[in-house]
């Protein structure tokens, strides 16, 4: 069974320290990981995507990482800001199609 | 870049009444469309795939009279949740594949549905 398996569950932080969020996945045949953040009562929004080629991409202040042998990967918030509190969900798609798997999501709050 | 506009944002009705909900590619076409269910502190549950002149294809334990998909164009597809009851309510997303490969869901910002 396809599962995106993300933790922690939630992170409190305070303001202008980096924190990293996990994603492990069991998805087969892998085609490739997407990082979305998701604001409170809003649709998610892209952050970054990895092929399987790829080991590591950046976005601004966001850094993902992926290793397709273990199945996992990594987003990388460096300075945080107040504004990134938010719901980071991993998603994976398979090379079946659209078929896209979920993570739960890691609900980030920022504090001053 | 590609934009997903979702309408209404807010919904609140009573019970017994019938919600459409819109989702539309603003900026290009898509023939397949998706439809989600989020319940707070929840990941979102894809409902149906909506696919632009055919019937969509509905997820184990959607029911499809409930909620009824239309995607009469390229880009706009519906959701109406007939009869909506207080169970009902929770958050409805749709999104898009973007345009090209490799293309990221593009999601609308979600309707909130109360049913009161």
């Known amino acids: 069974k396809n599962q995106v398996e993300q933790s922690p569950q939630s992170l409190i932080i305070l303001e202008g320290k980096n924190c990293t969020l996990q994603?492990?996945?069991?998805?087969?045949?892998?085609?490739?990981l997407r990082w979305y953040k998701q604001d409170t009562g809003r649709g998610p929004v892209s952050l970054t995507i990895m092929t399987f080629s790829e080991n590591t991409k950046s976005n601004g202040r966001y850094t993902a990482t992926l290793d397709a042998d273990t199945k996992q990967s990594s987003l990388h918030i460096t300075a945080s800001q107040l504004s990134d509190s938010a719901s980071y969900i991993c998603?994976?798609?398979?090379?079946?199609?659209?078929?896209?798997?979920f993570g739960k999501g890691t609900s980030l709050l920022v504090t001053p | 870049g590609a934009v997903v506009s979702q309408h209404p944002s807010w919904v609140i009705c009573k019970s017994g009444t019938s919600v459409k909900i819109e989702c539309r590619s603003l900026d290009f076409q898509a023939t397949t469309m998706f439809w989600y269910r989020q319940f707070p502190k929840q990941s979102l549950m894809l409902m149906a795939t909506s696919n632009e002149g055919s019937k969509a294809t509905y997820e184990q334990g959607v029911e499809k009279d409930k909620f009824l998909i239309n995607h009469a164009s390229l880009t706009l597809s519906t959701l109406t949740v007939t009869s909506a009851h207080p169970e009902d309510s929770s958050f409805y997303i749709c999104?898009?594949?973007?345009?090209?490969?490799?293309?990221?869901?593009?999601f609308g910002d979600g309707t909130r549905l109360s049913i009161l």
């Open positions: 998603v994976v798609t398979s090379n079946s199609g659209y078929a896209l798997n």
């Open positions: 994603c492990n996945y069991t998805v087969s045949p892998f085609s490739n």
């Open positions: 999104s898009a594949p973007g345009p090209g490969v490799n293309q990221p869901q593009h």
